[in-house]
């Protein structure tokens, strides 16, 4: 029998956008709203501190979320691109998360100004996979403004993509655990 090494609860959606309005943030709402058994944290609402890889472990924000992320089957992080690469509090998560990151299942939602930086999340993956073990989905949603109205996805593709993601993440999550 194959046990784990953590209390499995639910699936995390991380919002790592620190924009109010953010694309990112509208998609990864939309995920919590037809998945369930889901947490949805926001950088946005509860800000993390930079990783300095020492004094920040101790902090009450950092051990809280730790803990969210290793009782968590699989993970979604919702991503802003900026300059052809993923967004710096997407990059802290992955420090802050550390070894609670091991052989969970991820996904991506993205949201760019432009259509030419959709490869911009694959060195972020490649990362969690040599790094930690993760399982990446290999399927991921890349959105740009004139999918939005505002505060609403507009694209019915998007929203398909988004709910495929959701039912690949759960599939997959109990296939290997």
């Known amino acids: 029998m194959i046990t784990l090494p953590y209390s499995v609860m639910s699936y995390l959606i991380i919002s790592t956008s620190l924009r109010e ?7 990864a709402k939309y995920l919590s709203k037809n998945l369930s058994d889901v947490e949805f944290f926001d950088l946005h609402e509860s800000p993390l501190p930079m990783c300095d890889g020492d004094k920040c472990y101790d902090l009450p924000e ?5 803990e969210k992320v290793k009782n968590a089957k699989g993970i979604v992080m919702a991503i802003p691109i900026y300059n052809y690469n993923v967004s710096s509090g997407a990059k802290n998560v992955i420090e802050l998360g550390g070894k609670m990151l091991y052989d969970k299942v991820f996904g991506f939602i993205c949201a760019a100004g432009g259509k030419s930086s959709y490869m911009s999340v694959m060195s972020f993956a490649n990362s969690l996979m040599i790094d930690y073990r993760c399982f990446i989905i290999p399927k991921f949603v890349y959105a ?13 593709e998007i929203k398909e993509r988004i709910e495929e993601l959701g039912n690949d993440l ?8």
């Open 21 to 27: 309005g953010s694309r990112s943030k509208i998609m």
């Open 62 to 66: 950092v051990k809280e979320f730790r």
């Open 144 to 156: 740009l403004k004139n999918d939005f109205d505002e505060k609403e996805i507009i694209n019915s």
């Open 170 to 177: 759960v599939r997959i999550s109990k296939a290997l655990y």
